[in-house]
């Protein structure tokens, strides 16, 4: 049987921190667990990011004499900060979406290290 997948307003849904219907439970488990996991995070932050960076560079070269290039620079900056600090309790956040779709703490690092073994 197939992992049932969320449509893209869903997806966008538990994106910005929202919960899934339990029909989707495998989906979040395979989501947090999968091989590729950590890439997967990495671009649900890019998502989560996107309209904050959109305004924030709007904002700077409308209201600003800032030079793009600075601005460009500067947003970039900000994004890479982002994925820094929230790469680097990727397990936690994690660990907290499962909570939060119903599976018991420790859930995920459980899952990984299996799969590794």
Same mark, same amino acid.
């Given at each position: 049987?197939?992992?049932?997948?969320?449509?893209?307003?869903?997806?966008?849904?538990? @994106?910005?921190?929202?919960?899934?219907?339990?029909?989707?439970?495998?989906?979040?488990?395979?989501? @947090?667990?999968?091989?590729?996991?950590?890439?997967?995070?990495?671009?649900?932050?890019? *998502?989560?990011?996107?309209?904050?960076?959109?305004?924030?560079?709007?904002?700077?070269t409308?209201?600003?004499?800032?030079? *793009?290039?600075?601005?460009?620079?500067?947003?970039?900056?900000?994004?890479?900060?982002?994925?820094?600090?929230?790469?680097?309790?990727?397990d936690?956040?994690?660990?907290?979406?499962?909570?939060?779709?119903?599976?018991?703490?420790?859930?995920?690092?459980?899952?990984?290290?299996?799969?590794?073994?």
């Amino acid at each position: 049987m197939a992992i049932q997948r969320p449509n893209l307003l869903q997806w966008l849904r538990y @994106t910005f921190g929202g919960r899934l219907p339990d029909r989707y439970r495998d989906w979040v488990l395979h989501d @947090t667990t999968s091989r590729n996991w950590l890439w997967r995070f990495a671009l649900r932050i890019v *998502v989560e990011a996107l309209p904050w960076l959109v305004v924030g560079f709007l904002a700077l070269t409308l209201l600003t004499p800032i030079p *793009v290039g600075y601005v460009l620079a500067a947003i970039g900056l900000a994004l890479v900060l982002s994925l820094y600090f929230t790469v680097t309790s990727a397990d936690e956040l994690t660990e907290a979406r499962l909570v939060k779709h119903g599976f018991r703490p420790g859930t995920g690092k459980s899952t990984r290290r299996q799969a590794r073994n």
